[in-house]
């Protein structure tokens, strides 16, 4: 089992920036890839960027140049750099973790969730 607490959303003014961490605990063994969801009213929830522990990164092309996702493998936490915000930015963000193990019975795989963190631009 894994848990992830998130903190640091809030209100910002268009242009502004915030920073979001999450941090994770339990068995982290088969734990290879992290990264941030969000979620708008009426829409469905959407990547925003992910971290494997390698360091390879995936980016939404929506928040290239603007976002930057970053990891500390030592402390098993992650996080998002939310920098020249728009309106549009606004939701409900989400820590993710992946876990996939090979087992006996095949290839198991599971997501882990945290309980979202609100952020929310003002034009």
């Known amino acids: ?3 992830l607490v998130e903190s640091g959303g809030g209100l910002v003014q268009a242009g502004g920036s915030l920073r979001l961490s999450c ?3 339990g068995s982290m ?3 290879n890839t992290m990264g941030w969801y969000r979620q708008a009213p009426g829409n469905q929830r959407e990547l925003v960027a992910s971290i494997m522990r390698s360091g390879s990164i995936n980016l939404a092309e929506s ?3 603007r976002f930057k996702i970053s990891r500390d493998n030592a ?3 992650v996080y998002l ?3 020249s915000l728009k309106p549009e930015d606004t939701a409900v963000y989400y ?3 992946q876990e996939v193990a090979v087992t006996t019975s095949g290839l198991y795989e599971h997501d882990y969730w945290g ?3 609100q952020v929310t631009v003002s034009s």
Do not use: E, P
């Open 81 to 83: 750099q939310l920098n």
């Open 1 to 3: 089992q894994v848990q």
């Open 115 to 117: 309980q979202g963190t």
């Open 95 to 97: 820590c993710h973790a």
């Open 29 to 31: 063994f088969s734990i």
């Open 75 to 77: 402390k098993n936490t």
């Open 23 to 25: 941090a994770a605990s």
């Open 63 to 65: 928040v290239k140049g």
